[in-house]
């Protein structure tokens, strides 16, 4: 039977964590005290929650002496009770669907006494000036910084920042412009998206226009230099041109490149560098020198009065031309976010004061009623009160037959009426909708970094500096040690190696392709949680799944009743009687049996049930057992002349409930769950990724055996209590084996927590998603299948990205200090490093792209189009 989590859920905020290791040592811990059931840790946010009949301050110590000093959150650091507001209780409720379980989970809020797990009020907000890694890091650090923030991150591929606790957004602005940048609360997604769509046409046509007027002098220039053009300056009329042309190219460098020199000017009054740092030093320096050669030649040696006006303009309009194609780029891996705001309802039908009045869907109030025509999506989340009809939740599922809604059954914002006409009422409106939540959920989970992304982060936080540093060296060696012109020399090396290196190409790498895959993940249904599931789930060794409601429909049948001593009808009556108190979906079939046979089912009195073992209470006068053999055996009640035929219906996949009236076995009932119809073909695909598929379920082993002979499971571990799952995953993960764990009861909450990918599948309780790292949004194996291949491409393609960017960067810096030089003669012009260094940058932003054309290997013809 179910084992219901018990105890509070307690917020903290906990130091000193740098991986994930830390998190499972943490992890690990706390689950081994007794009255801990759930443990679920953000490293980035450095915030865990755990449930336990423990006390605030006992875990606190515990943690804390493991070396992470640990501190309760108190009330002002947890967001205000949303829940309480609206009444959602966190009881289970297996007939809502995944996307409302999920919603109901995102807006469960902190009660007052700060012993739930929020996730935190979110605020975000627009960046400007963010130009690479650099930029980054130093945006998270002046957000962080602000009072009340308990997390923040900047999303660089979006130019966008997550900011999660309670700080004004006032101060978060004030924060970032400090830091000199600059940024803007976003109130409304569907327009924040939109005003980000014009001022991104707005900066690819500035970029266009700043790129013409560079080229179009600096072209002209680099042409008559090539074809054998005089480029040194010699007393008398050419010093007259080279002068005017020095202006020109100043004009340039402001009208076109003005922007870097902003920026690196914010940069150097943050106390920075970034990427127009190197910009604005190598051609400001291959102009500031140009124009001493030109004004005072005779300061610098016949040899080297060349000058590097084009190489200025050139780089300028190469550089503007790279970021126009990177911009271009960008705006398609917004794709997810743009369907899924689609998806919401402009206008709904209120009946008020009996008119119906279409309204404006921000105007929908909590327990309007409201009325949906065929063709029309719905507004908000509600529950139908008149009519009946077909919708179309594909959208948000990914499941492509339509759901039959009818009085008292749920909706969900954004999915779609097709036939009958019905009316519902509102439960959940604004931010509070299914589909809202979804949103924020993808739009947190593209703000993730993953640990590979980190480590890029903070090489890239640092790379300015060091780069500038090895500059100056190159510069140095040639001035020193160079053949002459040793100042020609030292500048083109300087300039270059300015020039040709890419911040942008690292800081881009990995967030780009996050927001892809993780858009793509979306579109089958699979809300990523957070970065370190993408990546590891790419590298799993292990599938542990529960059997009932996850290889299994969830939804049990009584086939057969055994009884000698009373009437079948009786015996299921009494069981009926009893069961109507239990939530377990076996209670459930047993008294769908009796209804279906019109049996009246009498209360049960001292009703308790026994974690693993079954149900006991009183009935009708008779006390009545109903479990396990293992239970009874405890019990010396002796079923033994039952055994053949709970064999018999054990081998054909049905699960037998012992019964026993007073003390005295009276005979079984057998329930039988279908596997579902697509379990098998789910778990062939993970056997072709090399993946190991066990089964942990509290079942009998013969019926567990036989469920598992049919869905094709490599291994069973059955008869397991709901609270050693957790203990049977840390088994594999101590073997040093990658263990993701499938469930979607209350009872695999621990177990979900302590796998190293936990996922959520369809209509998971609110702790079954709460503790997950993955929410499937259909009740299919094949999401799992799903998000681990959707999880190997994008790491895959992440892993090019870096690669990419390394091994430009490596080979490129040396090449332009003149590595090469000494070997062949050949020292790297600064406009082929500037071309070099636009093209890097949409490089990777074209790889990461092609995620959005990658399928899962499964036949998805099926799967509807346009889907989140």
Known sequence: MNERATGNRLLFRVEGMGCQNCVKKITNALIAQPGVTEVTIDLDAKRMKVTAALSAEAIAAIVTELGYPTTPLTDAETRPSARTAHGHPTEQHSAQSAAERTATNEGNDAPATATEAPAGRTCQLILTGVKCAACVAKVEEALRGVPGVTRASVNFAERTALVEGDADSDALVKAVEAAGYGAQVIQDDASAMDEKAAAEQAFY?????????????????????VLGGEMSVQPGLSQWVWIGIGLLTLGVLVKSGGHFFKGAWSAFKGHTANMDTLVATGTGVAWLYS?????????????????YFEASAVIIGLINLGLALETRARGKTSQAIRRLLDLQAKTARVIRDGQELDIPVEAVQKDDLIRVRPGEKIPVDGEVTDGKSLVDESMLTGEPVPVEKQPGDTVAAGTLNKTGTF????????????????IQMVKRAQNAKPAIGRLA???????????????????????????????????????????????????????MS???????????????????????????????????????????????????????RELLRLAAGLENSSEHPLALSVVDAARERGLDIPPAEQFEALSGKGVQGIVAGKRIQIGQIRWFQEQRIDFSAWQDKADAHARNAATPLYIA???????????????????????????????????????????AEAVARQAGIDEVIAEVLPQDKAHHVHQFKAQGLKVAMVGDGINDAPALAEADVGFAIGSGTDVAIESADVVLMRSSLHGVADAIEISAATVRNIYQNLFGAFIYNVAGIPIAAGLLYPFTGWLLNPVVAGAAMSLSSFTVVTNANRLRLFKPSRDTSSLPQGGI
């Not at 046509?205 to 230099?225: E, H």
């Not at 005979?667 to 066990?694: E, F, T, Y």
């Open 291 to 307: 124009m001493v050669v030109v004004l005072i030649p005779e300061a610098v040696p016949e040899s080297a009065r060349h000058v």
């Open 205 to 225: 046509k500035a970029r266009l226009r700043d790129m013409t007027v560079a080229l179009g002098l600096g072209v002209p220039l680099m042409l008559y230099g």
């Open 423 to 438: 009316v519902f009422r509102a439960t959940r409106v604004g931010k509070d909708t299914a589909l809202a939540q979804i």
């Open 661 to 703: 009236v007073d003390g005295q076995p009276v005979g079984l009932i057998a329930v039988a769950d279908p596997i579902k119809p697509d379990s098998r073909d789910a778990i062939a695909r993970l056997h072709q990724r090399g993946l190991k598929v066990v089964m942990l379920t509290g079942d009998v082993r013969t019926t």
């Open 457 to 511: 982060d903070k090489i890239s936080a640092v790379f300015v500096p060091v780069v500038m540093l090895i500059a100056i060296a190159a510069a140095l060696i040639w001035l020193n040690f160079g053949p002459e012109p040793r100042i020609a020399h030292a500048l083109v090396a300087l300039t270059t190696v300015l020039i040709i290196a890419c911040p942008c190409a690292l800081g881009l790498a990995t967030p």
């Open 514 to 568: 996050i927001m892809v895959g993780v858009g793509k993940a979306a579109e089958y249904g699979v809300l990523i949680r957070n970065g370190d599931a993408l990546q590891t789930a790419s590298n799993l060794d292990v599938i542990v799944v529960d059997k009932t409601g996850t290889v299994t429909e969830g939804k049990p049948k009584v086939v057969a009743i055994e009884s000698a001593s009373l009437d079948e």
